[in-house]
C-alpha cells in the first residue's frame, strides 16, 4: 500500500482591495480634548477649560460610539487607545462606562490592548486603580525629560520627582507601561541625553516613545523661532548625533526601534499604533479625531469637529461630531499605506501595494537600493538603518 502524500498547502490569497483593512485590524481612537495647561511645543487638539459637563461627555462618547458601531457590525476590536488632551484627568467613572459601551458595541480581541496616556501631575494610586478597574491595561506616560529645568523650558507642570513618583505607581498597577521623552531640546549636550536615556532605560520601562523636539507653526515654540527667540536649538549634525545614539543605547539595552520614534521588548510594541502603521481601520471618536473605516467595501477617511463645544453640539444635535468623510481611491491608500508601513522596521508589503495601486516602483526601489537606502526581500520593501534617518527624503522619491 502507497503512502498518502499530501499536496502542500497553498498559501492564502491576497486580499482584495475592499478587505484590505483586515491586514492591520481594528481599532478604536478616543479622543479627550482636556488639559491642565498648554504645553508650548504641542500641536495637538487640546484646550485648557475651568469647568467640564462629565455627564454630557459621557452621553456624547456613547452615542458616538453607537453610530459607529452600526457601521462596522460584528468587527472584531483589536485595541482602544484614549489620547488627548490629557486622559488621565477624566473620571475613572467616565473611563469605565466608555469601555462597558464598547464591550457591548464589538467582539473583542482574547489579547486586546486598552491604552490610557497620563501626565505625571496626574497619576494617584487610587485613579489609576479605578482605570485599571474599568479595563485599561496598559499606560502611556508623557515625561519628556528626566531635567527639571528642562521640564519648566518646555511648560510641563510636573518636576523629576513626580515624574518617577507617577511612574512607579503606574508600574505597579498595569501590566504594560511605556514613556515619552523629547531629544534635541534647547542647549542639550550629546553627552546630557545619553545620560537621560540611560537612567530612562534603567526605569524598566517595556516601551519608549522618543521623540526629536519640532517645532510646529501654531505653538508658543513656533511663534518664538520664527521671532528668532528660541536660543540654543542643536544644528542638525548635533541632532543626528542623538538620533544614533539613541539607536545604539535602545539595542543595547534590548529596546530595539520598530518604528522610527518607538522603541520596545520583543512583543511589547503598540498594537494600537501598529494598527495605523500597518494601515488597518480604526474609527476616531472626540474631537477632532481622525479615523480610517471601511464601509460597504469603500475606504473613508473621517475628521471630527475640532473645537470641544462644538464637537459637543454636534453629538447632542445632530448625532455626529463628524466634519469630513473623505471617499479614499485605491490610489490614496497605496500612497497612505506606504507612508505609514515605512515608518516601521518590518517594511511594506509590495503586493498589497500592488492591489491597492498600479504604479510601479521598481525603478525607484532600485535606486534607492544602490545607495543602501532601502533592501526587498522575498516581496516586502525595508528602509535601512541607513535609510532610517533620511526616511521624509526616501517617502518624496518613491511619493508620485
Known amino acids: 500500500m502507497s503512502a498518502l502524500v499530501q499536496s502542500p498547502q497553498a498559501a492564502p490569497a491576497p486580499l482584495t482591495r475592499a478587505e484590505d483593512w483586515r491586514n492591520g485590524g481594528f481599532g478604536l ?5 482636556f488639559c491642565a495647561s498648554k504645553c508650548p511645543y504641542c ?7 475651568a469647568e467640564i459637563e462629565t455627564d454630557a461627555w459621557r452621553n456624547a462618547y456613547i452615542s458616538e460610539l453607537r453610530r459607529v458601531a452600526a457601521l462596522t457590525p460584528g468587527r472584531v476590536l483589536n485595541s482602544v487607545f484614549f489620547g488627548g488632551g490629557t486622559p488621565s484627568l477624566m473620571d475613572p467613572e467616565l473611563v469605565a462606562a466608555i469601555l462597558e459601551e464598547v464591550r457591548a458595541c464589538w467582539p ?3 489579547d486586546i490592548e486598552i491604552t ?3 501626565n505625571p501631575t496626574s497619576v494617584e494610586a487610587g485613579r489609576f486603580r479605578g482605570f485599571r478597574d474599568a479595563g485599561v491595561n496598559r499606560v502611556s506616560m508623557g515625561i519628556q525629560a528626566l531635567n527639571d529645568s528642562d521640564l ?3 511648560g510641563r507642570l510636573h518636576s523629576v520627582e513626580e515624574a518617577r513618583h507617577a511612574f512607579d505607581i503606574a508600574r505597579n498597577t498595569f501590566e504594560r507601561i511605556s514613556f515619552d521623552l523629547i531629544y ?3 542647549d542639550q ?6 545620560a537621560e536615556l540611560r537612567e530612562a532605560i534603567s526605569m524598566a520601562a517595556d516601551h519608549l516613545s522618543l521623540y526629536q523636539l519640532t517645532i510646529e507653526q501654531g505653538t508658543a515654540f513656533g511663534d518664538r523661532y520664527a521671532r528668532g527667540r528660541l536660543k540654543g536649538l542643536p544644528d542638525d549634525d548635533r541632532a543626528a548625533d542623538m538620533y544614533f545614539a539613541t539607536q545604539e543605547l535602545t539595542d543595547a539595552a534590548g529596546l530595539p526601534g520598530y518604528e522610527t520614534s518607538n522603541h520596545a521588548a520583543p512583543g511589547e510594541e503598540s498594537r494600537h499604533n501598529m494598527i495605523y502603521w500597518s494601515y488597518g481601520d480604526y474609527a476616531g471618536i472626540g474631537p477632532g479625531a481622525h479615523g480610517r473605516l471601511t464601509l460597504d467595501g469603500q475606504r473613508y477617511g473621517t475628521e471630527a469637529i475640532r473645537a470641544p463645544a462644538a464637537w459637543l453640539n454636534a453629538v447632542t444635535e445632530k448625532d455626529s461630531g463628524d466634519v469630513v468623510k473623505t471617499t479614499l481611491s485605491g490610489e490614496d491608500q497605496a500612497w497612505e499605506y506606504l507612508m505609514m508601513g515605512l515608518r516601521v522596521t518590518r517594511g511594506i508589503d509590495l503586493t498589497r501595494f500592488s492591489t491597492l495601486s498600479n504604479h510601479d516602483l521598481t525603478p525607484k526601489i532600485n535606486e534607492l537600493t544602490s545607495y543602501g537606502l532601502v533592501e526587498k526581500q522575498s516581496g516586502i520593501l525595508r528602509v535601512t538603518k541607513a535609510g532610517q534617518p533620511v526616511l521624509n527624503g526616501i ?6
Open 184 to 186: 534635541a531640546r534647547q
Open 108 to 110: 473583542q480581541g482574547n
Open 29 to 33: 481612537y478616543i479622543h479627550w480634548p
Open 395 to 400: 517617502l518624496r522619491e518613491l511619493l508620485p
Open 152 to 154: 519648566r523650558a518646555l
Open 116 to 118: 490610557l496616556e497620563a
Open 189 to 194: 549636550t550629546l553627552a546630557a541625553w545619553q
Open 43 to 49: 500641536d495637538f487638539n487640546s484646550h485648557v477649560s
